[in-house]
């Protein structure tokens, strides 16, 4: 057992719960930044746990071409070289590899690509996919996919659909024959990430003794040195060793825009089975009621003891929707894409910051948010940075969006547990018709 799953409240469909993973204890529903390059771009890692991630995402097909799997594994996996001890999850590297439609060949074996940054030549297939993650050392790793293109026809769905059914059956046999070398295998889940451990421990990261860091997991409420746990009733209980030394693999369901190609594609699936089922392939284009629509209907699939994660999605109205309808875990670049277009989410709608209009506003960005940018900052300031072209700018927008995105699912998370609905309220103030 690398996972455990257990739901405290459901209030219609929405669910909530708790999510324990080796390195962190998490509160879902979830949303989780998009940290690509082992960075959430702007915001450092104590920023981070100040801004209250649980866990956060890292993308295989970046680490992998820079700095390289092996450089990553050698400082003890994402956890000791970026020094974050909470909770990582990482994607296969299907979709940004698909992504690269004019650099890839796709066979029954994996996809060859070329890379983005020098044009090299590559191949990722469910083992080499699953041999990379397992080197990154995520608390979730993700089977290797085949993200379909919207649109699609009937005959390319299914193939597709059934390929990446083949393909998780792979990333399974080959995750469980090797799980055993994640990095922190040996020193246990709760090592600590740092650099002061890593010059004790060369190779290998070393036992935790940064009071600074443990500090920071105290304050979260998190599990502080990874040796007991909180179980539902709140007693605490001594965790096995083996039940913190590995990581936990995720099937994905895909099957197109068909509502019947995604059940065959959750049932065959949930028969490899896995500890938690994500749905992919969506985000891809399509209008946002088909995303529903599918979501929806795929979710009916899933078992209902199992961590469901809708991957790629979405505004902040979107994912209080999707945990509504019963998702647990959801990732998206929005929140820091947009911030550092000067593109802010506010409890009164969406802020174009760079606006003649705000030059001189010395009001919060959004009254009603309690982040450290809202607290201090006026309107004109922001705005100010934005024109200047001051890295601060994208620093500053990026902390207040990831602030509202997770301060919005912590409300959920609350609603759902006093037995009431969250919806979410966009106000009928600025910029509503922006699009992002
Ligand atoms: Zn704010």
């Not at 690509?36 to 993308?59: M, R, Y």
């Not at 709760?190 to 940064?210: E, H, M, N």
């Not at 037995?419 to 922006?434: I, K, P, Q, V, W």
Request: glycine letters at 10%; a neutral charge; hydrophobic letters at 35%.
């Amino acid at each position: 057992m690398s996972l455990e799953f257990s739901i405290h409240k459901t209030y219609g469909k929405a669910r909530a719960g708790c999510l324990v993973t080796p390195h962190a204890e998490i509160a879902t529903p979830v949303f989780m930044p998009v940290g690509t390059v082992a960075s959430v771009k702007g915001v450092g890692q104590d920023l981070l746990e100040e801004l209250g991630a649980q866990i956060i995402l890292g993308n295989t097909y970046h680490l992998y071409l820079r700095p390289g799997i092996e450089t990553v594994r050698k400082m003890g996996g994402l956890h000791g070289f970026m020094s974050w001890r909470r909770a990582i999850l990482t994607d296969s590297g299907g979709f940004q590899v698909f992504s690269l439609s004019e650099l890839r060949k796709v066979t029954e074996d994996g996809v060859r690509f070329r890379s983005h940054l020098d044009g090299s030549s590559h191949f990722f297939g469910p083992e080499s996919a699953m041999e990379a993650q397992i080197g990154l050392g995520a608390d979730i790793i993700m089977a290797f996919d085949e993200c379909t293109e919207y649109p699609a026809d009937q005959a390319r769905m299914r193939k597709s659909m059934e390929m990446t059914g083949r393909w998780a059956a792979r990333s399974k046999k080959y995750f469980e024959e090797h799980k055993h070398e994640v990095p922190w295998a040996r020193v246990g889940a709760d090592a600590f990430v740092g650099p002061a451990a890593r010059s004790s421990a060369p190779g290998v990261a070393g036992r935790g003794t940064s009071s600074q860091s443990v500090d920071a997991a105290d304050n979260s409420g998190l599990r502080p040195s990874g040796r007991t746990l909180r179980l539902r009733s709140g007693q605490a209980a001594s965790v096995p060793a083996h039940a913190r030394r590995t990581q936990c693999l995720f099937g994905i369901v895909q099957g197109g825009m068909d509502r019947a190609l995604r059940k065959e594609s959750a049932e065959r699936t949930i028969e490899i089975g896995f500890p938690g089922y994500a749905i992919g392939g969506l985000s891809v284009g399509e209008p946002r009621d088909l995303t529903r629509e599918i979501v929806e209907s795929t979710l009916e699939h899933l078992p209902a003891d199992k961590p469901r994660y809708l991957m790629g999605v979405g505004t902040p109205e979107e994912i209080v929707g999707y945990a509504n309808l019963g998702v647990d875990m959801m990732d998206c670049v929005l929140p820091t894409r947009a911030a550092r277009h000067g593109l802010l989410f506010t409890s009164e709608g969406k802020v174009s910051i760079k606006q003649a209009r705000y030059a001189q506003d010395s009001g919060p960005l959004d009254p009603t948010c309690g982040c450290q940018v809202c607290r201090r900052y006026s309107r004109a300031y922001l705005r100010h940075l934005y024109a200047s072209n001051e890295v601060l700018a994208q620093v500053l927008n990026t902390i207040h969006n990831l602030s509202f995105y997770l301060d919005t699912m912590q409300r959920v998370r609350h609603s759902i547990s006093l037995g009431e609905e969250y919806r979410f309220l966009s106000g009928a103030g600025h910029d509503r018709n922006l699009e992002l």
